[in-house]
């Protein structure tokens, strides 16, 4: 009696000794786990705003040629930032408020950072136009009896503007306020170019006050006080869980290291049964294809409900045991097959189903179309999946149907592609112009120019469609025998 009392007492006592350790490993886990989230989220943080300043760099001196790296390491330091912020509570509670209350002012100040940057972006893109549009409107300050001097002094004002952009100075820019005053006592019709400057001035001084404040936020520093924090509390940290995993450690050693390593195999093993099922049923309930495993014998081992929306007469019939015959009876009056290269779909859907092919269709009423395959396991059962292709059929009869159209069409099409290289003609095309489109595709429609429409025209026009809106207009074209129409 007393064996038993002394038995039954230990065991508890074990009992009770694991679950503490048992807790501790966990909230050690969970500890561990949540510090290194917050450790790397805070260095990808600090990679995407170093990332952002050197894409300023890049973009202020023009060594960038678009936007689209700047773009994405904002959008990128955007997501990661929310990501901090929804780990405030975590944070919150595992840190210190040194720690805390200093993370959430850096990321404060990266968000002001990057508005900031989408200003210094905005004056920078305002910038480039001016200075795609200086060398031209120096070509209409210009005539064929302007001076050389005339000419030098505006070119001589444009390379200034260039250079002040990109290295500012109080110097630079009185001379270049200097040429523009030298400009007007020439009279020269340089309204529009000086309006230009005067912006482009304007746009540089911004960008450079905006770099300065930007700079003023000092970013650098606070990072380098949030990671020495970070790092004094880790090692903190670790000092004590060390010292208590140990304390906890040789007790449950002493006490009962053998059962214990049985039962934690027995557990171990229990759980992770029980995650594999769990695991499987969710992925196939997750998937969006309609998903069905059958065993050697061809009877059904699951299927998730998609499968049963596919095929809604099945509803109250599948259940595990019934047979994949059985399941394609049931569905014989309802759908016909079709392969995948095209053929109209059949009668019989057994033939498809025991074929080699991996693929093949089933139509079901007049709209629905599945994409289906039936493929052998290693084990010799049969895994059957279905994907609803019913909307990119419908697409596809669709474009059948427009190309009909253009092919038929009594007006003469031309498509371009963005850069204004011929892709397509119809026929009425050839018949109008002469050409065959063997001759015109690949090239510009200048092909077709009559040289009755002013170059401003086609400029004017091209500028509208790129724009991506719609022009009209009317101008003579010229055909292959040199006629207009």
Known sequence: MKKTLAIRGG?????????????????????????????????????????????????????????????????????????AARQQRLISRNYPPAFSDGLFRYLDTLKKKRSFIERIQHHIALVRNSFLYLPGLIEECTTDDSTPENRDLLNRLVMGVYTHYLFPDKVLISDIRARMSDIRAHSLAAGNLLKHVEITLGNTEKIEQLKQQMDSMDSDEQFVELRNLLKEYSLRDDRYSVLLGVILLLTVLLLLIWLWRTLE?????????????????????????????????????????????????????????????QIRKWNAPHMTCGSVAGEKPGEDCAGFANSEAPY???????????????RRTKEGGTVSVRTDVSGSKASEQELRKLGRALEQSP???????????????????????????????????????????????????????????????VFHNKRKDGSMY
């Open 11 to 83: 065991m508890a006592l074990i009992v009770v000794i694991v679950i503490i350790a048992a807790s501790y490993l966990y909230e050690r886990n969970a500890s561990f786990s949540g510090q290194s989230t917050i450790s790397d989220l805070l260095f990808q943080i600090r990679e995407q705003d170093i990332r952002l300043d050197r894409d300023v760099e890049r973009i202020i001196s023009f060594r960038l040629p678009h936007y689209d790296s700047l773009v994405q390491s904002g959008k990128q330091l955007q997501e990661l930032i929310a990501a």
């Open 360 to 374: 093949y269709f089933e139509r079901i009423g007049k709209d629905r179309w599945y994409l289906a395959s039936n």
């Open 411 to 473: 007006a003469s099409v031309v498509i371009t592609d963005t850069g204004g290289v011929i892709e397509y003609v119809n026929p009425k095309f050839e018949q109008v112009s002469g050409y065959s489109a063997a001759e015109v595709l690949g090239r510009k429609p200048s092909v077709l120019k009559s040289g009755e429409t002013t170059d401003e025209e086609y400029r004017e026009m091209w500028r509208t469609l790129k724009a991506g809106k719609v022009w009209q207009g």
């Open 265 to 325: 195999r027995l557990d171990r093993a229990r759980r992770l049964a029980e995650q594999s099922h769990e695991r499987l049923q969710d992925a196939v309930e997750s998937l969006g294809e309609a998903f069905a495993l059958f065993d050697r014998d061809g009877r059904l081992v699951l299927n998730n409900q998609t499968f049963i929306r596919f095929y809604p007469w099945l509803k109250g019939l599948l259940r595990p045991g019934v047979t994949l015959e």
